[in-house]
């Protein structure tokens, strides 16, 4: 079992930034993948970044809308992945979910099925 803890949610003028963090306790192995997603009220759940975790290093991945403008880090000591979101847009506006997939990241790392493990989420407003 995998357990991931979100903190860092919050209120934010349009061009500001916020950082995300998820801890993850558990089974997670030597290796994982640590994926973001996001809800808008009405719309579908959108994957918006994800890193593969392992103990020599890491790669990432980033949806369209968030490139450039969003970084996941990893903090190894911790087990802690934290989402950095720069120039934030009132269109980011969303719940963030954080999700955990034990086999490691894998080209269709946006799809939601392959995440077995979800934290509990954090609510991001962005202001215009």
């Known amino acids: 079992q995998v357990r991931l803890v979100e903190s860092g949610g919050g209120s934010v003028q349009a061009g500001g930034s916020l950082r995300l963090s998820c801890a993850a306790s558990g089974d997670t192995g030597t290796s994982y993948c640590m994926g973001w997603f996001r809800q808008a009220p009405g719309k579908e759940r959108e994957a918006v970044a994800a890193a593969h975790i392992w103990t020599g290093g890491g790669y990432t991945y980033y949806g369209d809308s968030v490139k450039g403008r969003f970084t996941v880090s990893h903090d190894n000591a911790k087990n802690v992945v934290s989402l950095r979101m720069n120039s934030l847009k009132p269109e980011d506006t969303a719940m963030y979910y954080c999700a955990a997939d034990t ?26």
Request: charged share 20%; glycine share 16%.
């Open 103 to 128: 086999r490691g990241c894998s080209t269709a790392w946006y799809r939601e099925r392959g995440y077995r493990f979800w934290g509990q989420g954090t609510q991001v407003t962005v202001s215009s």
